[in-house]
């Protein structure tokens, strides 16, 4: 059974700085892309960023230049750096594994990121 456990959320001042981790187990991590994505109270999902298996990234435009995904295949796990916080970047973090071939998506149980003005 495939999971992502996300870690690193909490409460922070606008400008600082977190880093959120998602750890992986029961799949080859290295094979599937990841990513984060956000959602706040009644909105849907929105992608934060994603890397490939490949190592390609996208970012949203609205972190672009603060938030840095990286990913550590040797410990199955996807990092998200996120600097020069903002108020509009609170809400539930949640990462996400690519579907591959006969394996369904797979999303984490979410952590929570508040950023306080």
């Known amino acids: 059974q495939v999971q992502l456990v996300e870690s690193g959320g909490g409460l922070v001042q606008a400008g600082g700085s977190l880093r959120l981790s998602c750890a992986a187990s029961?799949?080859?991590?290295?094979?599937?892309?990841v990513g984060w994505y956000r959602q706040t109270p009644g909105k849907q999902r929105a992608l934060v960023a994603t890397?490939?298996?490949?190592?390609?990234?996208n970012y949203a435009d609205s972190v672009k230049g603060r938030f840095t995904i990286s990913r550590d295949n040797a410990k199955n796990t996807v990092y998200l750096q996120m600097n020069s916080l903002k108020p509009e970047d609170t809400g539930a973090y949640y990462c996400?594994?690519?579907?591959?071939?006969?394996?369904?998506?797979?999303w984490g149980q979410g952590t929570l990121v508040t950023v306080s003005s």
């Open positions: 996400h594994l690519d579907p591959r071939l006969a394996l369904a998506e797979v």
């Open positions: 890397i490939s298996s490949g190592g390609s990234i």
């Open positions: 029961g799949t080859i991590f290295s094979a599937r892309g």
